[in-house]
């Protein structure tokens, strides 16, 4: 789901720019997430809200409009996807005293296993572009916001629905890429069909698919692991281009995936001896429950 991102910014921006794409995707997301949100009777606390607008700003505003922008200025996708690749290292260097995530070392080992095999799928596009030191700077200023946001929202913790926290951020979302737009001039979108298919492909795929998965994943895992599957998306994202595109992978991309899966597994594999301390305080948990309802 997050690789359906980069499959749909290619469909959109063939027709119209950047900005409009990600203005018109936050509008539709708004409009059926607040209409879902005012079915269930939700309404945000307005305590939590702000700080709901906040992670939107960092993990979408900024993360996004840095990446596509850098993007758009010259940055190889690819190097792009690279530097995206390093956002799970800055979590889980901050998760140890910020969160108290502490990494073992077959997880920080893992870690640099992920970058090297993100470079490895990437590396036939490493170089290619002829972007100045701005661009560079916009995606790596992209992927430290993505990365603060989920500190912040696993430090937060805010006692709210998911639902309700999707729905903010995308309205800040919305409010902000519009904004955009209209200064560059790019408000009115295209009549193309092919447009309007690719709003609905990153809306329901990247945004309550790709989007909402990371926060589900980040309330109930943490912010290392969540990250860490964000190096599957190097290999995914190339697989689906071919797939879709006929954009011909580079010779080191197959064995570039299969250290991005190693990675993955080395950060994510749980212990045994960790594994039965879990489930002997979750069932300590239920009997303690048990014993104060009776």
Same mark, same amino acid.
């Given at each position: 789901?997050?690789?359906? @991102? ?59 409009? @840095? ?6 200025? @010259? ?41 090297? @095999? ?7 596009d490493l170089g290619a ?62 009549a193309a069909p092919g ?71 080395l950060v994510l594999r ?25």
């Amino acid at each position: 789901m997050w690789s359906s @991102g980069f499959i749909g910014a290619e469909l959109g921006t063939r027709f119209a720019p950047a900005d409009t794409l990600l203005g018109w995707r936050y509008v539709v997301a708004t409009v059926l997430l607040g209409g879902w949100t005012a079915a269930r009777g939700m309404r945000p606390d307005r305590h939590t809200w702000p700080r709901l607008a906040l992670l939107g700003v960092l993990c979408q505003c900024l993360y996004l409009g @840095g990446v596509v922008t850098g993007v758009g200025m @010259g940055v190889p996708p690819g190097t792009a996807a690279l530097v995206a690749a390093l956002q799970p290292l800055v979590v889980a260097v901050g998760s140890g005293p910020l969160l108290g995530e502490e990494t073992s070392s077959r997880q920080r080992v893992g870690l640099a296993l992920g970058v090297l @095999g993100v470079a490895l799928v990437v590396s036939s596009d490493l170089g290619a572009g002829s972007a100045g030191l701005l661009a560079y700077s916009l995606v790596v200023g992209g992927m430290l916001a993505l990365s603060a946001g989920t500190l912040l929202e696993r430090r937060m913790r805010l006692p709210v629905p998911l639902l309700e926290s999707l729905t903010v951020q995308t309205v800040t979302a919305a409010v902000f890429f519009l904004g955009v737009a209209a200064v560059s001039g790019h408000l009115a979108p295209p009549a193309a069909p092919g447009f309007w298919w690719s709003v609905a492909w990153v809306v329901g795929l990247s945004t309550f698919g790709g989007y909402g998965s990371y926060l589900l994943v980040l309330r109930r895992s943490g912010a290392t692991r969540v990250s860490t599957l964000l190096f599957l998306t190097p290999p995914v994202t190339a697989l689906w281009a071919f797939l879709m595109f006929g954009t011909r992978p580079g010779l080191l991309a197959l064995p570039g995936a299969a250290v991005c899966a190693l990675a993955v597994w080395l950060v994510l594999r749980q212990r045994p001896d960790a594994s039965r301390s879990r489930r002997k305080t979750a069932s300590s948990g239920d009997g303690s429950h048990a014993r104060a309802a009776r």
